[in-house]
């Protein structure tokens, strides 16, 4: 079995403020995480826990916690996180309270809902892009976020 290293340091986040010429430093950081059982039989319950080492087929939760340490408030930030090359978004598991989600499959160029993102076919036409074709994730947080202020946004990918 092939064992792959997941480290975090090639899965920066790009960060941005929609509507300002000029934006506060919004930062973000992201944590990847597996579930797993502890506890005793018929006592178990489920733990986050740093995805350290993960195997094809692991899921892995990402969690980014995106905090505005300025003394302005960031109108409606936009952050953009690419999904690893070797990893596969798992459809509709993308969130975050108060955010607009919505995705890319040509390098983070161009972003749209699930059912307008759309792939060249290997007969060559045109169809709707599955999940697992999905290159970047963008949330566009509807609200401020305040000064000194954290939201938090996730999405679930599983180990090619």
């Avoid at 936009?78 to 978004?89: C, E, G, K, L, S």
Wanted: charged content about 25%.
């Amino acid at each position: 079995m092939r064992r792959i290293v997941l480290t975090l340091c090639g899965l920066c986040a790009i960060a941005a403020v929609s509507g300002q010429a000029t934006s506060p430093a919004i930062d973000v950081r992201a944590v990847a995480e597996v579930e797993t059982k502890v506890g005793e039989p018929g006592r178990e319950f489920i733990k986050l826990v740093p995805a350290n080492r993960v195997v094809p087929g692991d899921e892995v939760i990402y969690t980014l916690e995106i905090r505005n340490p300025t003394s302005h408030d960031a109108v409606m930030p936009t952050v953009v996180r690419p999904i690893p090359a070797h990893m596969a978004y798992l459809a509709d598991s993308a969130t975050g309270p108060g955010a607009e989600v919505t995705y890319s499959v040509d390098g983070g160029l161009t972003f749209d809902v699930p059912e307008n993102l759309e792939v060249r076919g290997a007969d060559g036409k045109m169809r709707v892009a599955k999940s697992i074709e999905y290159t970047h994730i963008r949330w566009q947080l509807r609200n401020t976020l305040k000064s000194k202020s954290v939201a938090f946004a996730r999405f679930r990918a599983v180990v090619k």
